[in-house]
């Protein structure tokens, strides 16, 4: 995977899953769903989700550099 798109790619995992932490948007499609008894555990899979697009977009980041 090139720089640019591992630095595409995490930022835009990092901005999918803040929005899904922070706003109902996920919560309200699970349930709409009909798979409301997920909602419980959303949190154990999108703060670890939201650590590893960061650290993604970080690693991106700092191997961009590097080429330069």
Do not use: E, H
């Not at 769903?33 to 899979?45: C, K, P």
């Amino acid at each position: 995977m090139n720089d640019k798109r591992l630095l595409r790619t995490g930022v835009a995992g990092s901005v999918i899953v803040a929005l899904c932490c922070v706003t109902p948007i996920l919560v309200v499609a699970v349930s709409a769903l009909g798979l409301a008894a997920v909602v419980g555990w959303l949190d154990f899979v999108l703060f670890p989700l939201l650590a590893f697009f960061l650290g993604l977009t970080a690693y991106a980041l700092v191997r961009r550099r590097r080429a330069q």
